[in-house]
Structures are given as C-alpha cells and as structure tokens.
C-alpha cells in the first residue's frame, strides 16, 4: 500500500497534465473565434436596440460590487438630434445572472431589448430566446415556406419595444405573447411572462428598472463633471 | 467477442435510459425540443465514444483505487472540448443547452459506461459500446422530444404546427416528460412481453 502512494500521485498528476495540456492548445484554436462571436454579438445587440442610432463610446459607471456600463447615443430627425442611451442590465434569474442590453429614447421609452447571456432552464426560461417561426410546419414540408427574411426577434424580447422604463414595469401571465396583445399590455406598461418561467420574466423586468435608475444617476453624474470642468 | 453484439445491446436490450435507467437529468431537461435533443445526442456520443477509448487504453496502467478521479479527468477534458467547440462554432446550440452541456461530466451513462465496460475491455469494443450508447441515449432522447416538442409547444423542428392552437404547457414541464417516459417504458416493455411469449 504505501509503495502504491508515489505512483497513484504521479498517474494522477500526469492525468491532469496531459488534459491540461490537450485543453490549453483546444482553447487556443477556439479563443479567437470566441471572442469575434462576442465581439460581433454586442455590436449586433448595440444596432438592434438602438435602431438609426450613431453610438458613441462605452462609457461605466461603479455600481454596487460590478461596473455599470452604458452607451450614449444620437440620431439626426429633421432639425433637432434626438439622443438615445443604451445600458446593460443584469439581475441573478433562476439558473444564474441574466444580462440584457437594453435600448431607450431620450423620454424612457424602450427601443428594444436584447439577452446577452443568460443560463436558464432549457424549454422553460431559456425560451426569452425562442422565436416563433412564422412558417408552420406543414408549410415548410410542402414548400410553401414564406421566405426566411431577417430571424424574427424572439417575442419575449419583442414585447418590450415601447414599455417606458423609468415607470414600474407589470407582469402579467398570458402566455406567448403575440402582436395581438401589444396595443392592451402597452396601456398597463405590462410584459407577458414566460409560461413557467415568472422568475426569468421577473428577473429582467427588475434589471431593466434598476438598469434605467442607474442610467439616470451615471447621466446625471456625468452632466455633473462636464459642467464643473467648463467653469 | 461478437462486436457487433457490443454496438446494437446500447440501442434496446441495454438502453441507457429505457432499461439501465441511468441519465434521467439530461433526458428530462433537454427533451424539450427535437434540436436541443439532437444536439445533447450528439455531445454526449461523443464524450462516450471518446472517453471509452481512453479508458479502455489506461487501464491496465490506473491502480484501481484511484481510477474513478482519473476516469473524471478524462472524461471532463472532453467535456471542454465539446463544450468550447459548441461555444466557437455553434453559438445559439450552445446557448440554448446551457448548464447541460457542462453537466455531461457527471452523466452517469458516460461514468457507468467506462467503469462497467471500458474498463474491462479493449479499445473497440468499447468504442463499439460507447457508439451504441450514445446512439440508445439519442433515439430514445429524440423519440421523447418529438412528442413533447408537438404536445408541448405545438412544434416540430421549430416550425408551428397548426398555427392559433394553444399547446398544453404541461409537455414542456418536468411532469409531462415522466409522463412521456412512463408511456414509452409502457410501450417498450409490452413488446418485450410479447415477444417472450
């Protein structure tokens, strides 16, 4: 037994060298096209939730253990510039912290929203991810699909365009949300849940109001600097 | 040794699912939608087939008590591999599993396979089984799913069924795939019956 110690060491500590050193090279080839996924997910994230928009640099503010990070934005309309601001919401859901680039005009309204990483149930709260196809099934079969135009924005994300973030934002359970309900769940300022999954819809519906007070705060603070650096 | 014996037991006589009964957490999680369920398969036949191979090559060399850390290690180490490729090159596959792909290390088909079998048979047999497994996990995996994906949300591959129909929720949740599965052990062992008469 005791001659048996040295050598179950040494087989374990080669075990771990040799997958060590088998990952290191497997990370190496994927880190680059990693990173370029990302990289090109927040641009696409910055276009959709600030549609027309010019974007200006990333900006950050402290807030609580984390940073803060926000964008501001300005698109020409006629004579006046109309100014956009896009932040980064996040909040613990049910599986992990789900984050979300949030798009809003310069009164508060939402211009979209858009998941950036989240690790929810699949089938349940990872389906703020799902887009419902406008093909059915039968259509696809038989060819008779309607053209595959630009991915619908799944309708989770959907339902958000227009809700005014600086007021208290309702949850209602109605189901999948669909156009039909856009015109009654914008007079409540309200989000259709996702059908088992309350403490996702939950989740982001509170990151998205804290996101917006902390937005306000950093603008404010920011406005703050600039003017005492003009005096 | 008949191999081909060693391939086909993974599918029926010896599915991981249906009749070895190990592998619960993943089949009732990612059996939501026929892709999700593809794409585990896939991971997981994968980690199988790859983690078998070693297995079967090491261990003569592994004293037996420190074999089940040494077994982890091999099979967490292509459990990155899936993962970081599903991560560069299947980007939305890789969001949609989540935590599940992960969790394929501690599958117990994939530790019970290189421990049961690997571990006491040369390189392919045991790549044979790890193949048939990860093809037993899958079928039974994807069968589950094409009715959870119809009953649950109305789907099939993604697409709407019959459009308007408010699909019964419950297929999606935890309690419709125990049901699902009931019914195909159900299914499964009336044949059986059958035939032995």
Known sequence: MNSSIPRSTFI???????AAFALSHIKAITRPVIQKQERRKMESALELVLPGYTVGEERSAPAGKGAFTYWTASKAEGDATRKGYAFIAEKAGYGGTIQTMVGVDENGAILNISIIRQSETP???ARMLEAASRNTFFEVITGNAKSADEEPT???QEQFRGINASARIEIVKKGDWNESMREEL???NAVSAITGATITTKAVKDSIEEGMARLKAAL?????HEEANAR | MNLYREFVKGIWEKNPILILGIGMCPTLAVSTSISNAL????AATFVLIFSNIFVSLVKSAVPSHIRIPIFIAIIATFVIIVELTLKAFQPDIYKSLGIFIPLIVVNCIILGRAEEFASKNTVLPSMLDGLGMGLGFGLT???LAFFREILGSNRLFGYTLIPGMEPATIMTLAPGAFFTLAMMLWGMNALKSRKRR
């Open chain 1, 12 to 18: 374990l500590g080669l075990t771990a060298f040799v």
């Open chain 2, 39 to 42: 794409w585990m398969a896939l």
């Open chain 1, 154 to 156: 799944p309708w989770f």
């Open chain 2, 141 to 143: 995996l994807t069968v």
């Open chain 1, 186 to 188: 914008m007079r409540k």
């Open chain 1, 220 to 224: 404010d603070e920011h406005a703050g």
């Open chain 1, 123 to 125: 089938g349940l709260g």
